[in-house]
């Protein structure tokens, strides 16, 4: 097996963490999480498994009881009992303890866990929901997670069955420290790798056949629209496709198509050029037939006659094949240019390995053979169970264009993580049959922005496509600027990236891994964390056609949250429906939040680290942001690689805005960048702005509508800090009439409501007074809740 395609594991446990009898085996591998192996022949597995690849944990504190009959061990979260029998129900059980030592709950052996939740295969034919496997949160404070059925990985890089059959389950008792629970998985399973920065940006995808000279022209055309794209997917109709029926299907190709594409290496040379990565679909399934270019040269490695022109059966369980599959097949396409592989097996789950996933087969030794040309790994795929999280991109299948396939998706986005599952890429916009419905398909692209990886794709028809122009105008400059807003985030999605990779912390998070007592925080299925500093609440139904609002049902957590795009300013600790125009979806920063994006103002695709920067500050509160900036496709993820630019909001008398000098690594950022600093929900206030030390001169504009103080910095060298020092850091006041008159002012409704409404508002003493009025007027739902939600935001 060639070395790239071992995986890098540490499966023994420290001898000091087992309890070990004739039949049963226990490693306790955290106060929370005890390994737990039974076999009648005393037989016990020490080598990874496709799921587990790391038990080596430091020893907790952990305390015995052997009473002959019995046994007991002790942790300071677990309470396991065991009468050395058979695991059975009455012999085997767990005490769970909360944080403070309290009884928690009880697992009895074979008791049914009612988790969260986790993810799911694929998302094909999906129209609207879909059952979701189990996951690894439980309100109850615990989980199991059964890896005896899975295969074990062998130190040469082979997969193979276990040699006897046996239990093999892994109790996790972590009450509602979810986030631990979740870290010590990724200890045990493999840490989410970091993503090549591209990955990041804007994907173009559709199923079509281009030719060279099209593709081309539409990259050309989303250039001269100002449309940053960062990857160029092809689908499969860059192999051949119509080839004689006796060699079957063109599913499977590994042959350019030479009449769309008549030198392949000129093509990919200028996508690279254009600064796009490149990816190909390929379906692996039928093997390699005699109609293809590299069947001669894998025919006879395989130890066949070619003269027979017998296909060369796909089988990802031989090693032969499986050497002789990238040899042949996708290693000569690299090198050509193409940098990953988009592997879209649909074929079910059989191989002639008992159990063994080739889907899971297929994942695991792409991502490996991904990394041979010194780039960061990665590889595009649908999802295989558990474990699968080490091998990003996830490719969530072929959903059916409607509002109930947008509907699912930040939920099913969101409980991803719950496996570890961060790296989520959909069909934006929809894949297949549905409708056209102009206001969907710009729905869907605001939920990609906030989405882990943003991938405009669809089928097909003539009629099925995403270019921005294909909609109507409202939809065309929405989609653009999404995809703009998208690109300027990377800064921000970077840094994200690292401490999805480092501490386990992922992109897209439910609401209740940081809130996990408020029943409120459960009851939010498609509101999320996005990142450490945002919360996305995309919106996923139609807007009142009389109001020109659509309603998001949200629950702000304590604490001050301003509106990312419109700077409202809202008190949390509540339920409240917020309602957007077509134009944006509530995304709400926390008081103090830091958000450091690319300052597009001079268009750029370029994923490179930006040279004009852009930082957003929200008002309300003390912000602290470190910016981690890297290469962005170096092979290996060393501290020494990385350069941190430090940001820092200090609030109250002395209220400043700090960016501390770049440390580290400072090859890998321009040498000067210049600044745009947004500074919202910010009442108007003089400020000074410092750079090392020194006052200079700055540009700045005060937005009133979304109280937003704008400071241009030209260019400064990185080892200098700035800061702005603020006379006066209040945070912003709604506008209250300002905001219900914009409502009003484009609602279609009798013009003599919108009078008497706005009069109500104006008169009113205080915005509650406004509101118990305007109830007397029995207004349709949407208009009263869109004002609700203006008159109430600062309660």
Wanted: glycine residues 8%; aromatic residues 12%; proline residues 5%.
């Amino acid at each position: 097996m060639a070395s790239q395609l071992k995986l890098h594991s540490e499966p023994g446990s420290n001898a000091d963490a087992i309890i070990q009898g004739e039949c049963y085996r226990f490693t306790v591998l955290t106060p929370e999480l005890i390994r737990m192996e039974y076999s009648e022949e005393g037989f016990f597995e020490d080598r990874a498994s496709q799921t587990v690849v790391n038990r080596n944990f430091p020893v907790p504190e952990f305390s015995v009881m052997d009473l002959g009959n019995k046994l007991e061990l002790i942790t300071e979260r677990l309470h396991l009992t065991y009468d050395k029998q058979p695991f059975s129900r009455h012999g085997l059980n767990v005490r769970v303890r909360n944080e403070a030592g309290h009884l928690r709950s009880v697992w009895n052996y074979g008791d049914t866990v009612q988790d969260l939740g986790g993810t799911a295969r694929t998302l094909d034919n999906a129209d609207g929901a879909i059952p979701l496997e189990h996951g690894l949160l439980s309100r109850a404070g615990y989980t199991l997670v059964d890896d005896s059925t899975s295969l074990v990985l062998e130190e040469d890089g082979r997969v193979e069955l276990r040699a006897l059959a046996g239990l093999d389950v892994y109790f996790f008792g972590y009450g509602h420290d979810y986030l631990h629970c979740l870290k010590d998985f990724y200890h045990l399973c493999g840490r989410t790798p970091l993503l090549p920065r591209y990955a990041l940006g804007n994907w173009w995808s559709r199923y079509y056949r281009y030719s060279e000279e099209e593709y081309k022209a539409l990259m050309e055309r989303f250039e001269l629209e100002r449309i940053p794209f960062s990857v160029a997917v092809i689908d499969m109709d860059w192999h051949l496709v119509d080839i004689d029926p006796q060699y079957g299907s063109g599913w499977t190709g590994y042959t350019w198509n030479r009449e769309l594409f008549p030198e392949p290496q000129r093509f990919l040379a200028w996508l690279h050029e254009k600064g796009l990565r490149v990816t190909l679909n390929v379906h692996p399934a039928d093997g390699v037939r005699a109609f293809e270019d590299p069947y001669l040269a894998i025919a006879a490695e395989m130890g066949m006659d070619p003269e027979k022109g017998d296909a060369v059966e796909f089988d990802i369980t031989d090693p032969d094949f499986l050497q002789a599959y990238f040899k042949f097949l996708h290693h000569p396409l690299e090198d050509e240019g193409v940098d990953f592989w988009w592997i879209d097996w649909q074929q079910g789950g059989v191989t002639k390995v008992p159990g063994l996933d080739p889907l899971w087969m297929l994942n695991h030794y792409h991502y490996l053979d991904s990394g041979r040309r010194g780039n960061r790994q990665i590889t595009f795929s649908r999802y295989a169970g558990l474990g699968s999280h080490r091998y990003p991109v996830g490719f969530s299948g072929d959903t059916i264009v409607t509002w109930e396939s947008l509907d699912f998706q930040p939920y099913f986005t969101a409980n991803a993580a719950n496996v570890g599952y961060g790296w989520w890429s959909h069909d934006i916009g929809g894949h297949m049959n549905g409708y056209l419905d102009d206001e969907l398909a710009m729905r869907w692209v605001q939920f990609g922005v906030f989405s882990p990886i943003l991938r405009l794709h669809s089928s097909a028809s003539a009629f099925n496509s995403k270019e921005p122009w294909r909609f109507n105008k409202i939809a065309e400059d929405v989609m653009k600027d999404c995809l703009r807003l998208r690109h300027s985030l990377l800064p921000y999605l970077y840094t994200m990236n690292r401490y999805a990779s480092r501490d386990s912390l992922p992109l897209i998070r439910p609401m209740y891994y940081h809130h996990a007592l408020s029943n409120e925080a459960y009851e939010v299925p498609n509101e999320y964390y996005f990142g450490t500093e945002l919360i996305a609440c995309p919106i996923t139904q139609p807007v009142n056609p009389k109001v020109g609002v659509a309603e998001f049902k949200a629950w702000l957590p304590e604490g001050i949250w301003i509106d990312f795009f419109n700077g409202r300013v809202y008190d949390g600790g509540r339920k409240l429906s917020l309602y957007r125009n077509l134009e944006n979806i509530p995304v709400l920063a926390k008081a103090g939040a830091i958000v450091p994006m690319a300052d597009l103002t001079q268009f750029t695709s370029s994923v490179d680290n930006p040279r004009h920067m852009e930082v957003r500050v929200f008002a309300g509160g003390r912000g602290h942001f470190h910016l981690w900036e890297d290469e962005g496709d170096t092979a290996e993820d060393q501290d020494d690689q990385w350069c941190d630019t430090e940001m820092i909001l200090e609030m109250g008398d002395r209220a400043s805005f700090k960016i501390l000098s770049a440390k580290g690594n400072t090859k890998v950022v321009p040498e000067r960048r210049s600044w745009k600093l947004s500074f919202v929900g910010f009442a108007d206030t003089k400020v000074q702005v410092f750079a090392g030390g020194t006052e200079i001169e700055a540009n700045m504009d005060y937005d009133e509508a979304t109280h937003t103080l704008t400071i241009m910095i030209s260019d400064q060298a990185v080892e200098h800090s700035l800061e702005v020092t603020f006379t006066d850091a209040r945070i912003a006041v709604n506008s209250v009439d300002d905001e219900v008159f914009s409502l009003l002012n484009r609602a279609q409704i009798l013009f003599q409501l919108k009078e008497q409404i706005y009069h109500v508002v104006k008169a009113a003493v205080t915005p509650m007074a406004a509101l118990a009025s305007l109830a007397s007027l029995d207004l349709e739902h949407t208009l009263y809740g869109a004002l609700c939600e203006i008159l109430s935001a600062r309660l």
